[in-house]
């Protein structure tokens, strides 16, 4: 059984999602030890619980110590099986979250997975569901990874309820590794406003112009978006797309917080990486790293930050997988020698 310190490095709920995901994968008992030990409120919290009890659904594990606040897991894994699955986090908990821990195993499962997780999809400190939709699968993409994921509606803190759907194909082949270290040219920049139906429409148009603002005379093209939700709320978050790269930047509105500086947050973060040269935002950095090592080869990519989530992914992926990984901290360059793990084995296809 391998031992994780859920301390190390940045301490937090990364270390636990990696940790699940790759012990649903590769069929391998874990111990999680320590979890969130520094945080002011340690342990188990209901956003990482429901991450903790979907990856036990998709592979039938045996679990220990699965409560609010326990600081300890054991984590026995059985067989991994797509099929449909049913999600709830819970108030605002977020579904995001739940999806990208669940997600690399369900990749691997020998039939096709439909997932629907009912909570937060658009809340602070995780990416929201335009984030992963927009920046994180298309990125997925082109390692050919094939998902679909669709909000059915938003949910914003405090209340939550809100609902997001993906399908997962089987991959019938290794990931493609991924030859990011020169992004080349700006393909689109794409502002996706969404404001709740109660509130005011404008908040839509004032939020995309706020993002402009802060751009300059660079090109953005705007969708919006103004469903009902349980909570009222906002959103704005901008995608660059280049030839061999990818960027999101986000805000979430609050109240005394203006539309046009929720739009100016997410514009001043993306205008900042246009400016530089990275192929990859400070987040979806860490996020491809479990994908990259992987794949059937060499991945290269220049993150924006090397941020401690990186560095604590690269941490856990080596305790579970024997892979090269480099983070060049002056430059932000990752290569990552990844092991070319094979798709599952499905009736009708041979390995």
């Not at 699955?85 to 605002?92: E, K, P, Q």
């Not at 502002?191 to 751009?215: D, F, N, T």
């Not at 246009?274 to 979806?284: E, K, M, N, Q, Y």
């Not at 892979?323 to 430059?331: G, M, R, S």
Request: neutral net charge.
């Amino acid at each position: 059984m391998l031992t994780i310190d859920g301390s190390y490095g940045e301490g937090g709920g990364q270390v636990l999602r990696t940790s699940l995901a790759l012990s649903a994968l590769l069929g391998r008992e874990l111990r999680i030890e320590q979890i969130r030990a520094g945080r002011s409120k340690p342990g188990l919290a209901p956003q990482h619980l429901a991450s903790v009890h979907a990856t036990a659904g998709i592979c039938g594990a045996t679990v220990t110590g699965d409560r609010l606040g326990s600081q300890e897991l054991t984590f026995i894994p059985g067989e991994l099986r797509g099929g449909r699955h049913r999600l709830d986090v819970g108030t605002a908990g977020a579904t995001t979250l739940v999806l990208q821990t669940i997600l690399p195993a369900l990749l691997f499962a020998a039939d096709p997975s439909s997932v629907q997780i009912h909570g937060g999809t658009n809340v602070p400190w995780s990416p929201p569901q335009e984030y992963i939709a927009q920046v994180f699968l298309p990125a997925l993409a082109a390692m050919g990874a094939e998902v679909r994921l669709d909000c059915m509606v938003p949910g914003f803190y405090p209340k939550g309820g809100g609902c997001i759907e993906a399908r997962m194909t089987p991959l019938s082949a290794a990931l493609t590794p991924l030859e990011w270290s020169q992004r080349g040219q700006l393909r689109s920049l794409v502002a996706y406003s969404v404001a709740e139906a109660r509130l005011p429409g404008h908040i839509l148009k004032r939020q995309v112009e706020g993002a402009r603002a802060a751009l300059g005379s660079i090109g953005l093209r705007a969708e919006t978006w103004h469903p009902h939700t349980l909570s009222p709320g906002t959103m704005l978050t901008i995608a660059a797309s280049f030839e061999r790269g990818r960027g999101g930047f986000s805000a979430i509105g609050m109240r005394g917080k203006s539309a046009e500086e929720v739009g100016a947050e997410a514009g001043e973060r993306a205008a900042s990486f246009l400016g530089g040269s990275a192929s990859v935002d400070r987040h979806l950095g860490d996020q491809l790293l479990l994908y990259a090592a992987l794949a059937g080869g060499t991945t290269s990519f220049v993150t924006e930050e090397v941020t401690e989530h990186l560095r604590t992914n690269a941490w856990v992926i080596r305790e579970f997988l024997e892979v090269q990984i480099e983070i060049n901290e002056d430059t932000g360059v990752v290569t990552v020698a990844g092991l070319g793990m094979p798709a599952a084995a499905r009736p009708g296809r041979e390995r």
